[in-house]
Nanobody, 120 residues
Framework: QVQLVVSGGGLVQAGGSLRLSCAAS????????MGWYRQAPGKQRELVAA???????NYRDSVKGRFTISRDHAKNTVYLQMNSLKPEDTAVYYC??????????????WGQGTQVTVSS
């Protein structure tokens, strides 16, 4: 089993920055990809960014150029640096760990959510 502990989040003004962290423990060897999802009120959960064990990254269009996902293998931690935040980025953000087929990400382990609120 993989355990994920999320930290970061909070309230920030539009244009500001936040960094989320997600520390993994347990069956680390089984993790081949990690990602960040978010869910805004009344909306479906959506993949924001993902990174493979090889370092390949994937972003949803709305955050490209503003968000950066990175991974510290030594600390078993993945980060989401969020810059130029917009009110529409307001959501609960979740960390996930799982696999990558070469085409699709599949995540079976989830961390607790953290609220990100961007005020206008």
């Amino acid at each position: 089993q993989v355990q994920l502990v999320v930290s970061g989040g909070g309230l920030v003004q539009a244009g500001g920055s936040l960094r989320l962290s997600c520390a993994a423990s347990g069956s680390i060897f089984s993790i081949h990809a990690m990602g960040w999802y978010r869910q805004a009120p009344g909306k479906q959960r959506e993949l924001v960014a993902a990174i493979t064990s090889g370092g390949s990254t994937n972003y949803r269009d709305s955050v490209k150029g503003r968000f950066t996902i990175s991974r510290d293998h030594a600390k078993n931690t993945v980060y989401l640096q969020m810059n130029s935040l917009k009110p529409e980025d307001t959501a609960v953000y979740y960390c996930a760990a799982g696999d990558y087929s070469g085409t699709y990400f599949s995540f079976g382990s989830w961390g607790q959510g953290t609220q990100v609120t961007v005020s206008s």
